[in-house]
């Protein structure tokens, strides 16, 4: 295994052996296998080599062949506006502060545990991958946005954090082989892709049968406010949003966060009843929601199952975020498990 005093002694884009493991050439079968070179990856077996981009480690296919457009606007959006930044971590002490006082991101590496193996799609600046780092995880994060991973290695190297990894890729053509992660989350993402449902088919295979699948989305009655919101905040300027009011301090992350929440060329939004359907047809078994469904007694361990509910109970649920959690974006996440295992 490889140790922090390994990874400082390696380049900035130092992929984790036992990450290295499951990747693959976008495309290819999940017999193929890749490994790493100085400035890139190369497949053994064709000789097909996958240049570093900007030193950034890189397996990208399939954002020209998109013919909605969709990825290649998102990426261009994200690339000019790196999400969420590093404002306020000078170290990896502040990042673990941070995460342990935020009671999800707490919660969630309690429930993980120790010395698995976790994907994060769409890791944005990498944060949350560096975090779940801890207790022996081995993390690979990938997003299409270079400047993002770039922020994000950066970071990585500075403080030496050897289990986070991070390659840019499309969650719509991943260089992942089936079945190989413990945890698979995905954050605030799927609803800035083309197809949200499609994008979700493509990443639950990435978990072991038996595995954990966690998705963070935009809510379809909960983000109405920040619609209102947006059509004002030309003329009353940023500080109509609470997070800026109150959360965010640096100049350039409130800047990136208004981008973000009020100028985003693409963004959809979901109920927690079409996100069950999902479930359902990728063979994820319901585990959770935050915050928990009105009615139901959330469950002390994140992965423990819970009780979805009626659909009564769920509407009320999602009819009260439009007061609570759409403050601050209106961010949903349900937790699943894949069958088998
Ligand atoms: C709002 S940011 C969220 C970042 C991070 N998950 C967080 O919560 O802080 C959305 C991220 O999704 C990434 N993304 C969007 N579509 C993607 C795709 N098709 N493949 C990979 N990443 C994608 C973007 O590049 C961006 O970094």
Same mark, same amino acid.
């Given at each position: 295994m490889a140790s922090a005093e390994q990874a400082e002694s390696q380049d900035d884009a130092f992929v984790d052996p036992l990450i290295l493991g499951a990747l693959k050439p !976008? %495309?290819? /079968? /999940? +017999?193929a296998r890749l490994v790493r070179e100085a400035s890139g990856f190369r /497949? #053994?077996? =064709?000789g097909a080599t996958f240049p570093d981009r900007d030193g950034i480690p890189s397996l990208i296919a399939g954002v020209a062949e998109d013919d909605t457009a969709v990825t290649g606007r998102i990426q261009a959006f994200y690339e000019e506006h790196p999400f #969420?930044?590093?404002? +306020?971590?000078?170290d990896f002490g502040d990042l673990v502060e941070r995460g342990r006082g935020n009671p999800f991101s707490a919660r969630l590496l309690q429930a993980i545990g120790y010395n698995k193996q976790i994907l994060e799609c769409?890791? +944005? =600046?990498?944060q949350l991958s560096q975090f779940l780092s801890l207790n022996g995880n081995h993390v690979l994060g990938i997003d299409l946005s270079r400047s993002s991973l770039a922020l994000a290695l950066e970071f990585k190297r500075r403080n030496a954090i050897a289990r986070a990894s991070f390659v840019q890729m499309n969650i719509f053509a991943l260089g992942i082989k089936d079945a190989t992660f413990d945890v698979v989350i995905s954050s +605030? &993402?799927?609803?800035? =892709?083309?197809d949200a449902r499609r994008a979700f088919a493509a990443i639950v #295979?990435?978990?072991? !049968? %038996?595995g954990i699948v966690i998705v963070g989305l935009y809510n379809r009655y909960g983000r109405l406010p920040t619609a209102w919101r947006a059509r004002l905040i030309g003329l &009353?300027? !940023?500080? @109509? /949003?609470y997070v800026v009011r109150?959360? @965010?301090?640096d100049a350039r992350k409130a800047e990136i966060w208004i981008k973000d929440q009020y100028y985003n060329p693409h963004e959809t939004w979901h109920s927690i009843d079409e996100v069950l359907g999902w479930f359902a047809e990728n063979d994820v078994d319901y585990l959770g929601c935050h915050p928990p469904i009105l009615g139901t007694a959330p469950a002390p361990d994140l992965f423990a199952a819970s009780d979805p509910g009626s659909w009564p109970a769920r509407l009320a649920t999602q009819l009260g975020w439009i007061g609570s959690i759409s403050a601050e974006g209106a961010l949903f996440v349900m937790i699943g498990r894949r069958r088998g295992g």
């Open positions: !976008p %495309g290819a /079968d /999940d +017999g /497949d #053994p077996a =064709t #969420p930044s590093y404002e +306020g971590l000078q769409g890791c +944005g =600046t990498g +605030g &993402v799927l609803h800035h =892709t083309k #295979p990435k978990a072991k !049968p %038996g &009353v300027g !940023p500080r @109509i /949003d109150h959360r @965010i301090r």
